[in-house]
Every structure is written in structure tokens, then in C-alpha cells.
């Protein structure tokens, strides 16, 4: 990874939309990368409660997996790619904020 990514001039890395292997974040610890890991969602919402109820425990869990990684600095709690209400992301991030 380092001769792909550090030697390449690179310092952040957006993640997305799954669990990242821990030695994956790891290495981005010890190489100093930053990034942003993003919620699951795959550019989808729907307004099933099921389907919410699901976001908010995924979420949940991916932060509480990385939280105390130096090179997670944020978490993208909403999608540019797809509409969602303004309450979906609110509470989203009052997650983040916990």
C-alpha cells in the first residue's frame, strides 16, 4: 500500500460505503493518511423504517469500530447522490456527535 498510495503523493483516502478491514486502517495510521469514512447506503434511501432503523445501527457501529483511529478524521453521514429528508441526516449526525 505505501509504494501505491504514499509514495504517489497521496494523504487522504475517502472510504466508502462498507467495513474497511482493520489492518486496513491500521496501515493508515502508521503511513499518517487521513480519512473520511462514509456510511453505508450505496446512493439508495427509502422511507421504510426498517431500512432506516438499519442506517442508524450501521452507522452506529462503524464509529464505534474506528472512532479511536488517528487517521479517521470524519465520518460522511449523508450521500450527494441521493435525496434524503433533512430529519434522516440530523439524526445521523446526532450519531457522530454521541
Known sequence: MQIKIKEAGFDYVRLSHYPQSPIFTEACDELGLITIDAILGWQYFSEDKKFQKHVFQTA?????????YAS???????????????????????????
Open 60 to 68: 452506529t457501529d462503524l464509529i464505534k469500530k474506528i472512532r479511536n
Open 72 to 98: 479517521v478524521i470524519a465520518w460522511e453521514v449523508f450521500l450527494n447522490e441521493s435525496w434524503m429528508p433533512e430529519s434522516f441526516i440530523d439524526f445521523l449526525t446526532t450519531i457522530v456527535r454521541k
